[in-house]
């Protein structure tokens, strides 16, 4: 039986809840290579074109989100939707996330050596052992935003990226 539509209207309804831009400060951001660089791009590139972000209790987006570390231990996320209504600042500590995030950069700077000199089983394995702490940080990150603002994981994984960008020191 045909519902008249009733799905594709559940479809679009809420489908308002992203970043349509977003700024990382560049106060805090250190310097890095030009690899980082280049991650820090595609990351906010990938992130733009497909994301899920609902801030607890908003209604509607599209949301412009800056993003700063304030005293190299605290990601701020400061929040408006792009009409620059519904102004709001998140918090999140990321002492928790230290540890996957020194064992990110060293992962990834082992893979990025491997390529030069590993067989392709040494580069995979290396390569999916990078991809696991990708994961475990993405959740960790999601996991303290919780309550705070929804996210899905690939969101997570994306912003995980630019939470490493703001700690990379060269």
């Keep these: 039986m045909d519902n008249d539509g009733q799905d594709e209207i559940e479809d679009t309804l809420g489908n308002d809840h992203y970043i349509v831009e977003l700024n990382l400060d560049s106060e805090t951001l250190p310097a890095t290579s030009p690899e980082m660089q280049h991650e820090r791009r595609v990351a906010i590139f990938d ?19 800056d993003i700063s570390l304030k005293e190299g231990d605290r990601l701020q996320f400061d929040i408006q939707r792009s009409n620059g209504a519904d102004k ?20 990834c700077e082992s893979y990025h050596n491997a390529i030069r000199t590993a067989t392709s089983a040494q580069i995979e394995a290396i390569d999916m ?9 993405s959740r960790m990150l999601s996991d303290g935003l919780r309550n705070k603002v929804e996210i899905e994981f690939p969101t997570a994984r994306r912003l995980f990226v630019l939470l490493c960008s703001l700690h990379r020191r060269p």
């Design 88 to 107: 709001r600042q998140v918090m999140l500590s990321v002492k928790p996330l230290r540890r996957v995030i020194k064992d990110y950069f060293l992962i």
């Design 129 to 137: 052992g990078r991809r696991g702490l990708h994961n475990e940080g």
């Design 47 to 65: 992130l733009l074109e497909e994301n899920f972000f609902r801030p607890a209790g908003s209604e509607s987006g599209p949301y412009v989100v």
